[in-house]
T-cell receptor, first 114, second 118 residues
């Protein structure tokens, strides 16, 4: 089974701190994604990457950056955390093979910014 | 660009009763459609998908969904729910042209919480 591992289940950070959320997948997937999940808003795409060192903005990239130095690892960075970034963050990966490849999600990191 | 509307934010239902979760989408291009489920304290997992062919799609755990192009809907149904179906369900869409090497970006709806009561 594909495993997508997010390094922290819960994080509490202070306003203005630099925050790193880490995600690792073990299936050699090309695509990796960071979503943010908020009640009533569903999942919104922050950034995605389809190859090492490649990144593309999603729908809500403001206040975030990403890093993909190795194929299996995709990091989300909050340069200066703010209270409106308190949320559940979900990492996902998928392969590029044929017509369809499902997203595989990690269990999420619940970030609280105080 | 696509958008997805899940018409019900919460659906309480008794065990062994049927359930229908409504999903409508908007898109100017052809679409692929998905339903994902999120059990408590877990990530999302794929329930079923529509890519092409038969408009009635069967998924895991007894769920099925019907694609209706004229009504731009993709409603999810289960004829008899179990306590273990308590979860949040997400409808998602992507344009067929955005699938592939550039990343299979999905647009998700706001989610529907299903609470199955004994």
């Amino acid at each position: 089974d594909v495993k997508v591992t997010q390094s922290s289940r819960y994080l509490v950070k202070r306003t203005g701190e630099k925050v790193f959320l880490e995600c690792v997948q073990d299936m050699d997937h090309e695509n990796m994604f960071w979503y943010r999940q908020d009640p009533g808003l569903g999942l919104r795409l922050i950034y995605f990457s389809y190859d090492v060192k490649m990144k593309e903005k999603g729908d809500i990239p403001e206040g975030y950056s990403v890093s993909r130095e190795k194929k299996e690892r995709f990091s989300l960075i909050l340069e200066s955390a703010s209270t409106n970034q308190t949320s559940m963050y979900l990492c996902a990966s998928s392969a590029i093979r044929g017509l369809y490849s499902p997203l595989h999600f990690g269990n999420g990191t619940r970030l609280t910014v105080t | 660009a696509q958008s997805v509307t899940q018409l019900d934010s919460q659906v309480p239902v008794f065990e062994e009763a049927p359930v229908e979760l409504r999903c409508n989408y908007s898109s100017s291009v052809s679409v692929y459609l998905f339903w994902y489920v999120q059990y408590p304290n877990q990530g999302l997992q794929l329930l079923l998908k529509y890519l092409s062919g038969s408009t009635l799609v069967k998924g895991i755990n007894g769920f099925e969904a019907e694609f209706n192009k004229s009504q731009t809907s993709f409603h999810l149904r289960k004829p008899s729910v179990h306590i273990s179906d308590t979860a949040e369900y997400f409808c998602a869409v992507t344009g067929t042209s955005s699938w592939g090497a550039a990343g299979n970006k999905l647009t998700f709806g706001g989610g529907t919480r299903v609470l199955v009561k004994p």
